[in-house]
């Protein structure tokens, strides 16, 4: 399965690593991530975060957090950028 998304904001934490904050474009936001690669790169859905609230103090369910597996260089994500989301077991 391929779903596409856009890059919100990347976030790298000294000791608590990286996090990457993207909206889902096309797609239905039911599935789930145990393993995929994001833009080329190895990724989990961190799910210990609560969801990001609109407007209206609703929960965002278009919007995701995902962690590389392995520590990414600053960079490889930009806002606005369009990614792809493969998920080989789906």
Do not use: W
């Amino acid at each position: 399965m391929v779903l596409s998304f856009e890059i919100i904001y990347v976030y790298h934490h000294h000791n608590r690593g990286q996090f990457i904050f993207a909206k889902l474009l096309t797609g239905e936001s039911g599935f789930e991530v145990k393993d995929g690669i994001f833009g080329g790169i190895p990724i989990y859905n961190y799910v210990e975060m609560p969801r990001m609230l609109d407007e209206n103090g609703e929960q965002r369910l278009d919007v995701f957090v995902f962690c590389p597996i392995e520590p990414m260089q600053k960079g490889n994500f930009v806002q606005g950028q369009c990614v792809e989301l493969v998920l080989p077991n789906q």
